[in-house]
């Protein structure tokens, strides 16, 4: 499961979330003189510079979806555990010595390597295929990540967590430290050239089985119950194609939904509800995918771009989980009166978070385009990673200007 990764020389960190890193490292920056402060930042940037700017080996062993990669001879070692795509993480050498990590051991009770004083995690995201993988030019297979997804990812990562900080929720968003471009360019199946990027985040450990929960389990409800949380905010992790329910003379099957090869019938246990309703019947599932780093007492909810706002939801809401035929885990309806609709009050303020009329992509998220401003921005030599994050700064802060202080309890 060890894999050995190499350093690119190009990158250059165009978003530091100094804040995020420090709390990781127990480094109180209010308490820094602004000499200091500005010392902290610079050598925590170079750091992550020099262990997170990577791409694999086999990435650099195929040419159809990347420019060249500039590499030179430093190689550096990872873990790529089950599942973990175009992920990786890195045990590396604390840049605070002698921080006392109490939680280290919770954090690799089931790991792949043994914890060590003195280390800290890094999740990177975007550094191409694994051993024995071919990329290929399609969304989410080319073992990338762009520079405009990994801003994109920045921002909803941001405004959950400040739904969750409102709500004062026993959960959060995991932590991205930094945004590294990498210096090179994608090549997507339009044949647009898009600057690579790696999302460098709090290490942490998630299911090597399945993004979704086991049924009936703590997870499960706690995935639900974010949903449903994010939801009278407009926010919805649920995916735009819906999943088709289907009744048949032996039961009720689903077909049409992302990820299932195969129609799958609805386990007899979970049909209440179902009785009298017209089919087919279009519902959505759950979304949520979780993980815990050892840093926070709940769990924290990881990858963001599959998230977006609706202004009202009409579909059932499937509860989604792992070992169930279909994933189907229980309903709930719109009628039910735990379905919730977004709450004007609650509704992040701001054009971006909506969605907007792109002359050439059609209907998109207006984070998408905001994405791509701050990537352009990003490209611009001027550009300095602690102004980029300034600018989100700004956009949540009017995200949350309208929440009243009893709104979201």
Request: aromatic content about 8%; hydrophobic content about 40%; proline content about 7%.
């Amino acid at each position: 499961m060890s894999e050995r990764f190499r350093a690119v020389e190009t990158g250059r960190v165009v978003l530091f979330d100094a804040p995020a890193l420090a709390m990781d490292l127990d480094v109180d920056l209010a308490r820094l003189t602004p000499k200091v402060r500005a010392g902290f930042v610079a050598a925590m940037r170079a750091w992550l510079l020099q262990e997170a700017a990577i791409v694999s080996q086999e990435q650099l062993s195929h040419d159809t979806v990347n420019a060249a990669i500039p590499v030179g001879d430093r190689k550096l070692e990872g873990f790529r555990p089950p599942r973990y795509g175009r992920a990786c993480f890195r045990l590396v050498d604390d840049p605070v010595p002698g921080w006392a990590r109490s939680n280290l051991p919770h954090l690799a009770g089931a790991s792949v390597v043994e914890p060590r004083p003195d280390k800290v995690w890094l999740d990177i995201k975007g550094v191409g295929v694994g051993p024995g993988c071919t990329p290929q030019r399609r969304a989410y297979s080319n073992g990338l990540m762009s520079l405009s997804e990994a801003f994109e990812e920045y921002l909803w990562s941001r405004l959950v967590g400040a739904v969750f900080h409102h709500c004062e929720a026993p959960c959060a968003s995991l932590p991205i430290y930094a945004i590294i471009d990498l210096g090179f360019a994608i090549l997507d199946e339009t044949g647009a050239r898009l600057p690579a990027a790696v999302c460098v985040r709090r290490g942490h450990l998630r299911s090597w089985v399945s993004d979704l929960p086991i049924a009936r389990s703590e997870e499960q409800r706690a995935c639900l119950s974010v949903e449903l949380m994010l939801r009278r905010f407009g926010l919805t992790s649920s995916a735009d194609d819906p999943i088709r329910l289907d009744r048949k003379p032996d039961g009720v099957w689903l077909s049409d939904c992302p990820g299932l090869k195969a129609p799958a019938r609805v386990p007899e246990a979970l049909l209440a509800g179902f009785e009298g309703r017209r089919f087919p019947i279009e519902v959505e599932g759950v979304n949520i995918q979780i993980a815990r780093s050892g840093r926070s007492s709940g769990l924290e909810v990881v990858d963001f771009g599959h998230f977006k706002t609706r202004k009202r939801f009409e579909r059932p809401l499937v509860s989604t989980v792992a070992n169930w035929p279909g994933a189907f885990g229980g309903v709930l309806w719109p009628e039910d009166a735990g379905f919730p609709q977004p709450d004007p009050g609650l509704v992040p303020v701001g054009d971006c978070w909506g969605w907007r009329q792109h002359p050439e992509r059609g209907e998109v998220r207006g984070t998408a385009l905001v994405a791509d401003r701050l990537a352009q921005k990003a490209q611009s030599a001027a550009a300095a990673g602690e102004t980029l994050k300034a600018e989100v700064d700004a956009l949540i802060d009017r995200a949350a200007s309208g929440w009243k202080e009893e709104g979201g309890r």
